[in-house]
């Protein structure tokens, strides 16, 4: 499988845990992002890696939320002290700039529920 | 602040006719836009997409058109199959802005009734 991979595909934590995701981007794509969804919304974008480093981040992502790109390859999103409103679908997407007009590639996600 | 607006939370079809999607925008600095399509428990899949410095962009039975200056474009899906059936987002950047990341409207329903 050369898609874009996400793990766990579910995690259900109590509040105030801190959570982890992992995502590995297709092998040959320089750019990565994480978005997050929520029930009748597209998704929102939180942030993005060219290579390893960390280019652009929404307001949405909190002091509670960190993501790490570290060797250029796979990356994390770490939320700490989750709350209920962390509750939602993470989406990873990776795509391969070059210059001009590119897609991205979605995983399939990690769907977070906070109890 | 909406920037990518789809109106229509749902739309429903018979299979064969043709599907129509609309999406509008309001940052005229955008200029490169796709549309998804996203099954239940699923990421959302690449369909097809569009340069503003174009107007029409086909694939197969997927056809993207896109009107600047009503910042408004549409997918069109011709011949429509149930298997088609799926929520279809319209997603916006501004690639020459230096700004990756994608804006996503709320996405449609689209259902194609054998």
């Known amino acids: 499988d050369t898609g874009v991979s996400q793990d766990p595909r579910h995690k259900i934590t109590k509040r105030g845990q801190n959570v982890t995701f992992r995502c590995d981007p297709i092998?040959?794509?320089?750019?990565l992002y994480w978005y997050r969804q929520t029930l009748g919304q597209g998704p929102e974008f939180l942030t993005y890696?060219?290579?390893?480093?960390?280019?652009?981040k929404s307001r949405l992502l909190s002091d509670r939320f960190s993501a790490e790109r570290p060797k250029g390859s796979f990356s994390t999103l770490e939320i700490q002290r989750t709350e209920q409103g962390d509750s939602a679908m993470y989406l990873c997407?990776?795509?391969?700039?070059?210059?001009?007009?590119?897609?991205?590639?979605f995983g399939q996600g990690t769907r977070l529920t906070v109890v | 602040d909406q920037q990518v607006k789809q109106n229509s939370p749902s739309l429903s079809v018979q299979e064969g006719r043709i599907s129509i999607l609309n999406c509008d925008y309001t940052n005229s600095m955008f200029d490169y836009f796709l549309w998804y399509k996203k099954y239940p428990a699923e990421g959302p899949t690449f369909l097809i997409s569009i340069s503003s410095i174009k107007d029409k962009n086909e694939d197969g039975r997927f056809t993207v058109f896109l009107n600047k200056s009503a910042k408004h474009l549409s997918l069109h899906i011709v011949p429509s199959q149930p298997g088609d059936s799926a929520v279809y987002f319209c997603a916006a950047s501004q690639m020459q802005g230096g700004s990756e990341k994608l804006v996503f409207g709320k996405g449609t329903k689209l259902t194609v009734n054998p």
């Open positions: 997407a990776s795509s391969l700039a070059r210059g001009g007009d590119t897609e991205a590639f």
């Open positions: 092998s040959e794509h320089n750019r």
């Open positions: 890696f060219q290579n390893e480093a960390q280019l652009e």
